[in-house]
């Protein structure tokens, strides 16, 4: 510890010991204005500068270290189809804490919290551990405290694309300190995935030794295999009509890979599979992709009482054809979907991380691009073109 740092802290002590009310406690000198990336209109980020609040006793004022860019900004992005604009988005984001009110002493998961920890926020309110976005949705209380992903106010500073955000206070935030900048920046695509694989899990087909089909190889799939791989499942195919990405899958513990674009209709795409697997179908698939033609494939590449996870569509991408007999009757597949994740899950997330570096999965690698806030346009573009896998904001 250095002078400068035992001065800041006397003074703090002392300014306490003087008010009687303790002074929240900071880190730093934070300046009075942030930069905040405000998306002013369609396929148009803004670097505007808002001031920096006063703290309320139960709020954390958080700096910004990096926030990926999702998929659901990318919708925003394009086509803000809920009239959103102007808006701050960001919700894939972490920071270092830097100032508290006196009444912030844990996080969600009732771990301590102080100046200098590195947390992230969470869109799943605290109340309900298990409470899923499905229940958001019916009890519309999505609202308050998510950050990133709602209608702006007069605050501003409440999406990660910023230099500073601000937690008001009964926001859902954990303290994760013990995980690197890209594990943090990866925990909100990965807590997905832990979601999906729980529901997966509860059909009581998913084994150690079960042959599993990932279809797609986004982000989303490739993190599917790393969680399988983490679990111990080792049997995995993955499906995609891009090289790079199915070599990607490799890399992240797939057995093997299938090129749909190499196998022309789904017979010939059905016979790859069941190859790829020695000669078996699947007993078990993820379905990974937003293409509804995908949904309809995949349940070729499933065994007799096999099961299904379908992931794919976080929105509307359109309906897919089935044969109600062929596909899921006659066969007796158990279908789960799964969308978002509860609170348990982001909390397994955190352990999910750990263990994916401890084996050796290249996590970090997912994260392709890093661009500076004011290259925000530029990040979002890159991501539209689909360049990259993850790509993430990076403040200096
Ligand atoms: N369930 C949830 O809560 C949740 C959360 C986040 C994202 N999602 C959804 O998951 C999907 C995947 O997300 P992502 O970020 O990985 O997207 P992505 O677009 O980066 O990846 C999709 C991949 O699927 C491949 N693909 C397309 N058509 C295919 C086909 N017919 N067969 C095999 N592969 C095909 C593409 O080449 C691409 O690599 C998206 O549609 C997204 O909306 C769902
Ligand atoms: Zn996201």
Known sequence: MNEKNIEQI?????????????????????????RVAMLTELEHYEIKEYPIPPLGDDDIL??????????????????????????????EGTGEIVKMGKNVKVDSAGKPLKVGD????????????????????????????????????????????????????GSTIFNVSDLDLDSRILIEPCAVLIHAVERAKSTGILRFNSRVA?????????????????????????????EQRLEFAKKMGATNTVNFMNHKGIDALTDAVKDAFG????????????????????????????????????INGGDATINPHFDICSKEITTVGSWVYTLRDYATTFDFLKRA???????????????????INEAHQTNLNKEGIKIAIVNQ
């Open 118 to 169: 590195k947390v992230v926020t969470c869109m799943i309110f605290k109340d309900n551990p298990d409470i899923t976005m499905y229940d958001l949705n019916k009890q519309n209380v999505g609202g308050a405290d998510v950050y990133g992903l709602l209608p702006d106010d007069d605050i501003h500073l409440n999406g990660w694309f910023s230099d500073y955000i601000f937690v008001r206070g």
């Open 279 to 314: 000669g078996y179908l699947a007993d078990f698939a993820f379905q990974c992709t937003g293409a509804p033609v995908a949904h309809s494939n995949i349940y070729k590449f499933i065994r007799n009482a096999g099961g299904l996870c379908e992931l794919g569509f976080f």
């Open 62 to 91: 958080v700096k910004v270290e990096g926030c990926g860019v999702c998929g659901t900004d990318a919708h925003e992005f394009k086509r803000d189809p809920f009239g959103l604009i102007p808006v701050a988005l960001g919700h």
């Open 10 to 34: 006397v003074k703090q002590v002392l300014a306490q010991m003087g008010s009687g009310t303790p002074a929240p406690s900071q880190s730093g000198s934070v300046p009075e204005k942030a």
């Open 357 to 375: 570096k401890a084996i050796g999965l290249p996590m970090s690698e997912l994260i392709t691009h890093k661009f500076p806030l004011d290259k």
């Open 214 to 242: 990932v279809q797609g190889c986004g982000p989303i799939g490739l993190i599917c295999i790393a969680v399988l791989r983490t679990m111990g499942i080792e049997n995995i195919v993955a499906i995609d009509g891009e």
